[in-house]
Nanobody
Framework: QVQVVESGGGLVQAGGSLRLSCAAS????????MSWYRQAPGKQRDLVAS???????NYADSVKGRFAISRDNARNMMYLEMNSLKPEDTAVYYC???????????????WGQGTQVTVSS
């Protein structure tokens, strides 16, 4: 069993900052790519940023220069530093982790339950 849990969401004024955290735990052999997605009401879930085990990063154009993704491999943790927040960043933010589990050691994707980020104008 693998659990993925996000934390750090909340309400912030436009221009403010928030830091999200994601923790993967359980029967883990290895954690591969970790990603942040977000879903606003009535919209599809979109990729915000991703980071590989060797810390290669990828960002959606809408957050480049404002958001920074990072990870701690030793603790199976991932973070999203969000700066210069805009009302259009309001969404539920989800963590996805590619995790290899025993006994197959195959990678499967695991999702967290999401954390709400609300940016007021």
């Amino acid at each position: 069993q693998v659990q993925v849990v996000e934390s750090g969401g909340g309400l912030v004024q436009a221009g403010g900052s928030l830091r999200l955290s994601c923790a993967a735990s359980g029967s883990i052999v290895s954690v591969g790519v970790m990603s942040w997605y977000r879903q606003a009401p009535g919209k599809q879930r979109d990729l915000v940023a991703s980071i590989t085990k060797i810390r290669t990063t990828n960002y959606a154009d809408s957050v480049k220069g404002r958001f920074a993704i990072s990870r701690d491999n030793a603790r199976n943790m991932m973070y999203l530093e969000m700066n210069s927040l805009k009302p259009e960043d309001t969404a539920v933010y989800y963590c996805k982790a590619a995790v290899a589990t025993p006994p197959s050691n195959r990678f499967n994707d695991f999702w967290g339950q999401g954390t709400q980020v609300t940016v007021s104008s």
